[in-house]
């Protein structure tokens, strides 16, 4: 996950209240968050809820998808598709890095 990286980390740290701003506004299917945007300091390609997850991606086109999630409520787990395993490492707070491998 080198795109992932500290100096990334820094930039997305920096914008953890912006982003948790969409997180909280964000809803299951919101089509307006499914595009490449600017948060903070940090462009992603997708912004979209799983649960009581929201998932800012990185990269992942052509690629297996990576980026940050806010999981306020628990610890995120690897449990929703058995052919996708899924890694996530705890930043700080509700925030946690995240990488699929298909």
């Given at each position: 996950m080198a795109s992932c990286g500290?100096?990334?980390?820094q930039r997305v740290i920096r914008s953890f209240p912006e982003m948790?701003?969409?997180a909280r506004a964000t809803v299951p299917d919101d089509r307006?968050?499914?595009?490449?945007?600017?948060?903070g300091e940090v462009?992603?390609?997708?912004?979209h809820r799983e649960g009581d997850r929201v998932y800012f991606e990185v990269g992942g086109n052509g690629v297996d998808p990576y980026g940050y999630v806010w999981s306020p409520?628990?610890?995120p787990v690897d449990d929703s598709n058995?052919?996708?395993?899924?890694?996530?490492r705890h930043m700080q707070g509700?925030?946690?890095?995240?990488?699929d491998s298909y």
């Open positions: 500290y100096l990334t980390d948790e701003r969409v307006m968050r499914a595009r490449p945007q600017r948060i462009e992603f390609q997708n912004v409520g628990r610890v058995p052919a996708v395993a899924s890694t996530f509700p925030w946690y890095r995240w990488s």
